[in-house]
Nanobody, 125 residues
């Protein structure tokens, strides 16, 4: 299984970005997907997750109300829409696969088995 994260870039505070996570797995729609981020000098932290059917969503408090995770019409892609971006959102963003289904809130990185390479989001003040 290979995951490819893309869509990062430089944006001004208050702006928006949409990140994409594309999987090589034909049954990607049957697993949960999470987004994590890691800022320089900090630990990787959970951002959001979506269940296999797309009906159960979880968000970190720091992004709730500003970020939206969703599945594309093509079942092998998951998106993370970030609005009202803040300088503290600056990080490398990673998508990851959770084989459990994603119904239960699982913010720990060790619950995810395959990871994308990361895409850098920089928010300028």
């Amino acid at each position: 299984v290979q995951l490819q994260a893309s869509g990062g870039g430089l944006v001004q505070a208050g702006g928006s970005l949409r990140l994409s996570c594309k999987s090589s797995e034909r049954t990607f729609g049957s697993v949960a997907v999470g987004w994590f981020r890691q800022a320089p000098g900090k630990e990787r932290e959970f951002v959001a997750s979506i269940s296999y059917g797309g009906s159960v969503l979880h968000y970190a408090d720091s992004v709730k109300g500003r970020f939206t995770i969703s599945r594309g019409n093509a079942s092998n892609t998951v998106y993370l829409q970030g609005n009202s971006l803040k300088p503290e959102d600056t990080s490398v963003y990673y998508c990851a696969r959770d084989p459990s289904g994603g119904i239960i809130y699982r913010p720990g990185a060790d619950s995810y088995d395959f990871w994308g390479q990361g895409t850098l989001v920089t928010v300028s003040s």
